[in-house]
Structures are given as C-alpha cells and as structure tokens.
C-alpha cells in the first residue's frame, strides 16, 4: 500500500514516530515534508499530499500538524479528497466503513505516537462498505463538480 505523508512544524515530531511506524509495518511511505520544527504553512503540505492521493500517486495520505484540524481543512479543497481528523480509533473505522475516507489527519500536540498508531492501524485496514454509503459518497463528489466550474 502506498502512502503519502505530511506535515507542518507543529506536527513534525508525530509525523516522524508515524513515517518509522508505517515504514516498519512494510507500507510504502512517501514523505513530502516537512523536515524540521522550523514553521511552516500546513496548507502547502496538505496540497501535496491530497493531490497524491487525488491523483492515485497514492493508497492513502497521512498528514499531521498541531491539532489536526488544518489539515483536514486543507486537504479537503482538493476534489477526490475525503480527509477526516481522527482521535480514536472508533471514529477511523467509521470513516472508512461509511465515508471512505482517503485522508487521515492527525493532533501532533495532542496525539500520543502509540494512540496514533492505533488510529492508523484501524483506519488503513478497514474497508469500505460500499452499498447505500456508496451513494452517499457519489453525492459528494457530485457536489465537487458543482463547484469545479
């Protein structure tokens, strides 16, 4: 599975914990930044990675900054994107099961490694359900194309 990582200054530190993590477990990770606590716009890293995922250069993205909440703001600008700010792992298999969610953000300053690992363990093995939810999803991508023109 191919992944796309990111972060800000704030989200630095988890994203590296994450990357060793991801790496260890065999995913094919590839980290656009940023490479060290010096500040940043998390924007810039959001882009990226959801246009990777977008593009499907990637499985999934992973994006990390203070509270997670940027990014997801970010990365949801780019059409294809679906990004949700997880904290527990109850909320990721949710994402997956019913949003098909394709990007994970995660709370650097409020996410111990360990918790996050969790999140992502469960956010990258729970499928789809597809069915009435795939309908769901059809709606917001016909949503993005409204607002495409």
């Known amino acids: 599975m191919r992944l796309s990582l990111?972060?800000?200054h704030a989200g630095f530190a988890l994203k590296e914990q994450v990357k060793a993590y991801l790496q260890h477990k065999g995913y094919e990770v590839t980290?656009?930044?940023t490479t060290s606590e010096d500040s940043v716009?998390?924007?810039d890293y959001a882009e990226q990675v959801g246009k990777a995922v977008a593009a499907d250069e990637a499985d999934f993205g992973v994006l990390v900054?203070?509270?997670g909440?940027?990014?997801a703001i970010a990365a949801?600008?780019?059409p294809g994107v679906r990004a949700v700010q997880l904290m527990d792992t109850e909320m990721a298999k949710m994402s997956r099961m019913h949003n098909d969610a394709n990007v994970v953000t995660l709370a650097g300053r409020y996410t111990e490694p360990?918790?996050?690992e969790a999140i992502l363990d469960m956010f990258l093995t729970t499928p789809f359900e597809g069915g009435r939810h795939q309908l769901r999803v059809?709606?917001?991508t016909a949503i993005e194309h409204e607002n495409e023109q």
Do not use: F, R
């Open 76 to 78: 949801n600008k780019v």
């Open 69 to 71: 909440l940027g990014m």
């Open 65 to 67: 900054c203070g509270s």
């Open 41 to 43: 716009d998390y924007p």
């Open 138 to 140: 059809d709606k917001i």
């Open 114 to 116: 360990e918790k996050a």
């Open 6 to 8: 990111g972060s800000d």
């Open 31 to 33: 980290d656009v930044g």
